[in-house]
């Protein structure tokens, strides 16, 4: 039977493509997209095209270059296959920080990619939560920009059921008008951290516009690549009297550092916590990570899903901590241990 529309993807993320292609009751196309010896990115279509209005499935996520070549590639197989219509379906649009020139000699990569995809054949672009809405009209063509909006304040809602304990907080002045747009959504008061930055990928946060004490904070932005914002803004929060502070993303990039600064992060419920969301103690780069926040003051731990609130299972985990620190740092354990167990008297 003669398809009229075909799912393809790359393999920038199969399992969102075969998640798609289950909602819409309709089997993922065949393509095989592989890599030469050196590097060079070959694709082919197993199945006839001809006719058919094609939708690529390929957020252009880390590695970035490589899911973008795929997505050309793929894009202009399907072209000279003689595809009827083809949708470039980008969830995440790498480079879209890079949408004007910040200094004289610079360039606005978000434009070039776009030249690039509209060149390559596509003939209609969708993305999500753009880090810029102008985006759009660098792409001579139709385009969707969807918004995560409709599933983040549900999940918000249902999280913070009275508005009055909230803050919806931009995490810089470019959020400001997402922030505001939750905010009266959800019938919650608005901050914004105040951020400079000496240089890509380098935050460094200043001060906070509104009020947070003995309320909820919400950190609310559109990615987060090394979670530089993040945490600072986290931790400003926090200094401000802020009595819980979480964190809503839509494009979670983690690149480089992130984890480490996520998942060994202060986090305050009725007093301090370190919270590491890994298998026993394994997953983080060194046992040390987790004593930089112990030795800082935290007096409760969790590890997994499992929560050490007490002393004597925090004088536990310091215990195994003990058996994988170097040896520098057993004299900080010692001492951790013997003011648990003071608390504990």
Excluded: W
Excluded at 27 to 41: H, N
């Amino acid at each position: 039977m003669f398809k009229k529309v075909c799912l393809f993807s790359g393999n920038a993320n199969p399992a969102l493509a075969g998640a798609i292609a289950g909602y819409l009751e309709t089997p993922l196309s065949k393509i095989k997209v592989q890599r030469f010896s050196d590097g060079e990115t070959f694709c082919e279509i197993n199945e006839n095209v001809r006719g058919v209005d094609a939708f690529v499935i390929q957020p252009t996520s880390s590695p970035v270059n490589d899911h973008v070549m795929e997505l050309l590639i793929m894009a202009d197989t399907l072209r000279r296959a003689s595809a009827t219509t083809i949708t470039a379906v980008i969830p995440y649009y790498g480079y879209a920080r890079q949408d004007r020139k910040v200094a004289p000699r610079t360039p606005i990569t978000a434009r070039l990619v776009a030249d690039l995809i509209t060149s390559a054949g596509a003939d209609r672009f969708v993305s999500m939560d753009l880090h810029a809405g102008q985006i759009q009209g660098f792409f001579d063509m139709p385009s969707d920009h969807l918004y995560a909006s409709p599933v983040l304040v549900e999940h918000m809602r249902k999280a913070f059921p009275n508005p009055e304990e909230v803050v919806i907080v931009s995490p810089d002045a470019g959020g400001v008008e997402r922030a505001r747009a939750y905010a009266k959504r959800l019938g919650t008061t608005l901050a914004i951290v105040d951020k400079r930055r000496s240089k890509p990928n380098v935050a460094e946060v200043m001060s906070l516009i509104g009020d947070v004490r003995g309320k909820i904070g919400v950190l609310l932005d559109d990615m987060v690549d090394t979670a530089g914002t993040l945490t600072q803004g986290a931790r400003l929060l926090l200094d401000c009297g802020a009595k819980r502070v979480l964190a809503y993303a839509v494009h979670p990039v983690l690149s480089g550092p992130a984890i480490k600064p996520i998942t060994l992060r202060l986090v305050y419920e009725a007093k301090r916590a370190v919270k590491i969301p890994v298998v026993g103690l394994g997953g983080i780069e060194k046992a040390e990570d987790v004593l930089e926040y112990m030795i800082a003051g935290a007096s409760a731990v969790e590890v997994g899903t499992a929560s050490f609130s007490n002393p004597a299972a925090c004088i536990n985990i310091l215990d195994a901590l003990r058996k994988t620190c170097t040896n520098n740092k057993i004299n900080d354990i010692n001492s951790l241990i013997g003011s648990f167990r003071v608390d504990s008297c």
